[in-house]
């Protein structure tokens, strides 16, 4: 398919975005250098720094200590991932008004072709520019935007005036566009390869495109020349693949030291198969198979799993079953656990489930409970309420 | 004992009894068939307590009386397999010799006494049918029962009498299949007032008897127990505990799209919309418009398929999903060259009706 002359892609990068959220939800921290990230005291890193603290040298993933020299009279927050998704969330249903083809790469950024949607709404530029808009005036939130033929260049364009930016990248201008960048621009360009280029001169995207392809090849071998070889050119045909599916969700929880209690076992396992329910009921998921895993004192890792009769999404149910492996393996294969986890697979949506015509009044009265539980613990917090399971 | 069989009567006593063995069982005689030696018949008999078997064989010629437990799918294959017109068994205690022309086989039975006792269809029947008509009236339900449901009552077929006519009801929960069968003569009072809940595996068993003659079943109620006995054959089976759903209700009655289909034109419609389905979208949705129905199926990276059939209907457009196993599985059983069905909400049960007898009632796939 050679797509890449005729699609239309835009990256939409939201700024800083960790701390622009806890900036926007503080107004008093506005203007402030602000650090999201671990404990300062401990070995935690920066997650995200707002802009204020960029300036002063503090970049994503330095450790917090390090941190604190260069910027001490910054804001420490803690990073509150529930938030960040909520906030991700409005910004990706803002992104839904105009295309079904929307590819998360995190929180913060997403691709989306929006090739089929330019005759209903107009053009790509348009379109960006009105992503970008009502993301300020919605969110009060900053983001950059690249509007490209194809995926890297759109991520390229995203980049190239941050913060607040706004790129087009056409078929007319790429070259004028890309040869000046350093070639660690290009995706796949990590450090070795970088060095490597470097060696030979090669330090531009306009000198790694003058290199012929057989001495690039001869340099990093076929796979990595024939990608960069394209790349440098501005060619990419991978397509944006919307949001998979989660296929499994799980939890688990270490030790800190090895665990011999059988009822101590179960009461963990319980509180990980209700945060898994719980999880499933959010996302108005129903499963099919369970499983739980067992981490020995000795690091050996087993686990045991079952297929359920009728995809569930009820603690009870889900429960039932991870309690009838855990017992199976108690009287099996017992012995000291230093980590025990519960996960489910085979994951199906509400969309495509069978209804009921006699509703089983036990399954009634679980999905009540349910309800119930997952109301008072979005509303107090999730110790509000916790289930005991009968020894 | 010692008896003399015609293998190939023993090789249908055998496929029949054995369908009743439980394959695991904590129990290891029930893996056996006891077989009795009598004067001039043998009787063979299973059981996994639930479901018990009895086949009296009359072409054996009985050398000695006596008894013994075999393994009774050791013993099918030994008798499947064997080439001989006649196969003697002869046993001393527990242990038993099989001969043929060029074979030999010593099996290690169990003692018979130690075999659960399965009861005897003693006196008149409460209740008389043909083999023909249960079959198909077991034909018509049984693909709807649930399969070890937490919810006892539906794994069974319920049974209403009401003079001579009996109703057979199976559901899964997610649909449900009635049909009517006649009779030989009303039930007393007393009988027809029982509500009956048959397991699904005593009715599975009574639709692999044979109807090479005109039989007919005769069928007696004892304690929480139903019995049958149909020529050689005599099965006994608990009943179901517990309360069957009150499906009178979730029968609609209020439904104004009315459509008349085609059986065979729906059944392959079906079959090729199914052909692009996933195990996520396992649904077709069926559209019905101005005197169009339209089957589609979707599957995610796969494609799409739609079949077109013109019907006669002109009420307002509607979109239903079903799954297209629920809906194979009802034209299957149907005997009618039409049947109606009736909507109203795509997320309102749809009802299906076939001739005078056959009810089918489903509840949609969420297409929202």
Known sequence: ?391 | MKVQFNRSALTDSLAIITAVVPSRTPKPILKGVRIEAQEACVHLCATDLEVGIGYTLSEVKVLEQGQIVLDAERLAAIVRESTDDVLTLESQDTTCEIRGADSHFTIYGQDAEQFPPVSAFEGDADVEVSLEELKRGIRQCLFATARESSRYAINGVLWEMTGKRLSLVATDGRRLAKTSINLISAPSAETASRTLIVPAKTMSLLDRLSTSENKSVLIKLVGTQILFRCGEVMITSNLVEGNFPKYDDIIPKDYDKRIVLPTEGVASAVRRASLLTSEETKGIKLSFSDNTLTFSGRAPEAGVAEITMSIDYSGDPISVGFSPQFLTDAIRVMKTDAFEMDLSQPDRPGLIKSGSDFIYVLMPINLA
């Open chain 1, 1 to 391: 398919m050679s797509a890449s002359s005729v699609r239309r892609v835009i990256h939409v990068d939201m700024d800083a975005f960790y701390a622009s959220v806890e900036q926007r939800d503080n107004p008093t921290l506005k203007g402030r250098p602000v650090i999201v990230g671990g404990d300062p005291q401990g070995r935690g890193v920066v997650c995200a720094a707002s802009y204020e603290a960029r300036r002063l040298g503090v970049f994503s993933a330095m450790p917090m200590r390090q941190a604190m020299r260069r910027c001490p009279q910054a804001v420490i927050l803690p990073v509150r991932m529930g938030r960040y998704a909520e906030v991700s969330r409005r910004i990706h249903a803002i992104m839904a008004d105009y295309t079904p083809l929307i590819e998360p790469l995190s929180l913060d950024e997403a691709f989306l072709d929006v090739t089929g949607s330019i005759p209903l709404l107009g053009s790509d530029i348009l379109i960006g520019r009105e992503i970008k808009q009502r993301i300020k005036a919605e969110l009060k939130l900053v983001a950059s935007v690249g509007v490209a033929p194809n995926k890297f260049l759109a991520k390229v364009g995203s980049d190239l005036e941050k913060p607040d930016g706004f790129v087009v990248i056409t078929e007319q201008n790429k070259q004028a566009v890309l040869d000046p960048l350093p070639v660690k621009r290009i995706w796949g360009v990590g450090k070795v390869t970088q060095q490597t280029l470097a060696s030979r001169g090669v330090e531009t995207v306009r000198q790694l495109r003058q290199m012929p392809f057989d001495r690039l090849e001869a340099t990093l071998g076929a796979a990595a020349a024939s990608s960069l070889y394209r790349l440098a050119r501005g060619q990419d045909d991978r397509a944006v693949e919307p949001e998979q599916e989660a296929k499994s969700l799980s939890s688990e929880r270490t030790f800190a030291t090895d665990v011999t209690d059988r009822a101590d076992l179960e009461g963990v396992l319980l509180e990980e198969v209700e945060r898994v329910a719980t999880r499933l009921r959010r996302q108005q998921l129903y499963a099919k198979t369970v499983m739980v895993k067992i981490r020995y004192g000795d690091f050996r890792t087993i686990t045991r799993r079952t297929t359920l009769a009728q995809p569930t999404c009820l603690t009870d149910r889900l429960w039932e079953a991870a309690r009838s492996l855990l017992i199976a393996w108690q009287k099996t294969a017992f012995g000291p656990v230093r980590l025990i986890g519960f996960g489910v697979t085979g994951l199906a949506a509400e969309q495509g489930r069978q209804l009921e015509l006699f509703p089983d009044p036990h399954e009634q009265r679980l999905r009540r409970l349910d309800r119930v539980i997952d109301e008072v613990r979005d509303r107090y917090g999730a110790n509000a309420l916790q289930r005991r399971h009968k020894g």
